[in-house]
């Protein structure tokens, strides 16, 4: 059995060296956790340590300040979602119950044609229909809605 050398294959296909792309990304990780207080300087000169060392030494542009942010998620809904039963939507004047904001209501469908699926908003008296295709289920359909418009 014959073998090509690595080298002669990425010469051949124009690719970079398989060496130099991994030092790349090895630094590229390094400045990125570094430059998010993430970087730990255990052990400076030695393993993974170093590659931010060596990186910072090659350039002084890489000691400079980073003006980063952390991201920091609030995974509290800004709104409130309301289900009614069929027997409070049928009292009373054949309205819904008055509620303070923003009052949405979905309608999705599929027949022979494919999926199609319609928002209201009440106050506003907006409304937006959309086809969504022969694939798409009744589900689907309705999880598309509450992601895009509520």
């Known amino acids: 059995m014959r073998t090509t050398p690595t080298g002669a294959m990425e010469a051949h296909t124009g690719l970079p ?28 000169t030695r393993e993974h340590s170093s590659i931010l060392m060596q990186l910072q030494r090659s350039d002084p542009i ?3 300040e980073v003006d980063a942010m952390r991201p920091a998620f609030n995974l509290e809904p800004k709104y409130r979602v309301t289900m009614f039963t069929r027997e409070e939507w049928t009292r009373g004047p054949g309205t819904p119950p008055v509620i303070k904001g923003l009052l949405w209501f979905t309608d999705e469908s599929r027949t022979i044609e494919g999926t199609g699926t319609e928002v ?20 689907q359909a309705k999880v598309y809605d509450i992601l895009a418009y509520v």
Do not use: D, K
Request: some cysteine; proline content about 4%; aromatic content about 14%.
């Open 120 to 139: 209201y908003e009440q106050s506003l008296r907006r409304s937006l229909s959309i086809s969504q295709g022969m694939q798409a289920t009744v589900f």
């Open 17 to 44: 060296p398989l060496e130099l792309v991994i030092q790349g990304e090895e630094r590229s990780a390094a400045y990125h956790l570094w430059s998010l207080g993430c970087w730990s300087y255990l052990h400076p």
């Open 62 to 64: 890489f000691n400079m």
